[in-house]
């Protein structure tokens, strides 16, 4: 059995919009009513989100001064994963088509999110992904889990997957973040980084991921085209050399 395990954000789900609208509510709750500050378009916000540029700094640059910048980096940790921001996601472009030929591939699929369990129900059923993902395949958090970061909760992810998962041939991961990466290469998986979430190529690339591709479908054609990515003899190729 071949499987592909692949975080939510990011590879699955665009979440550009909620963190932008999320930038806009902090920023206005944040500033003196008779401040004038200088919010950032959604482009030039979401270049810095995807940089890694520090909250207090995406906040002192959009006009807020330093102990501002603080209350504002607090309030927004506290708002980006309520409720009534999450109605603000959409599916990445593609992704829905590629986890049906993931699926029709019979390859086993696996989700791994920093989602606590609520939120990662609410998409499911918004987006028909149920699907693909039966509740032995899910690893996300549970409703009361106390997040500390992803970097040290997404690894305690990973053991309990690799613990509990039947055996596979070859795995892979999907994965739009540092930790992503660090947590499948700390555990010997494959992983392809996609340049269509909240990490630019040059962010992605300091981690050194197995590839960096665009998104999910690009990661899942190129398992598909080229077995040999999945561990598995490539006739093709084979061939080629022939030739
Ligand atoms: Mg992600």
């Given amino acids: 059995m071949l499987r592909l395990i692949t975080d939510f954000d990011g590879p699955i789900i665009d979440v550009s919009q909620r963190y ?28 810095m989100k995807r940089a890694c540029v520090p909250e207090q700094q995406i906040a002192t640059i959009s006009g807020l001064d330093e102990a501002q910048a603080k209350q504002f980096a607090q309030l927004r940790r506290e708002t980006v994963h309520t409720q009534m921001y999450f109605d603000y996601d959409c599916l990445a472009p593609g992704a829905v088509d590629a986890l049906e030929k993931v699926q029709l591939a019979g390859i086993d699929l696996a989700v791994m999110t920093m989602r606590r369990e609520k939120e990662l129900e609410y998409a499911f059923e918004r987006y028909d992904l149920e699907r693909f993902f039966p509740k032995n395949r899910c690893y996300c958090l549970s409703n009361e889990y106390v997040k500390t970061r ?26 739009d973040t540092e930790a992503d990466i ?3 290469k700390n555990h010997h998986v494959k992983v392809m980084a996609v340049l269509c979430g909240i990490r630019d190529r040059e962010q992605l690339a300091t981690y050194k991921p197995d590839l960096i591709v665009q998104d999910l479908s690009a990661a899942v054609d190129l398992l598909l085209l080229h077995p040999s990515f999945f561990g598995l003899d490539d006739a093709d190729s084979t061939e080629e050399t022939t030739e």
């Fill in 182 to 184: 660090i947590t499948a």
């Fill in 150 to 175: 992803d970097i040290d909760d997404k690894p305690l992810l990973m053991e309990r997957a690799l613990s509990e998962l039947p055996p596979a041939i070859d795995t892979w991961m999907v994965g």
């Fill in 20 to 47: 932008y609208q999320v930038y806009q509510f902090c920023l206005e709750k944040t500033k003196r009513s008779s401040q004038s500050v200088s919010p950032l378009a959604k482009a030039e916000f979401w270049q």
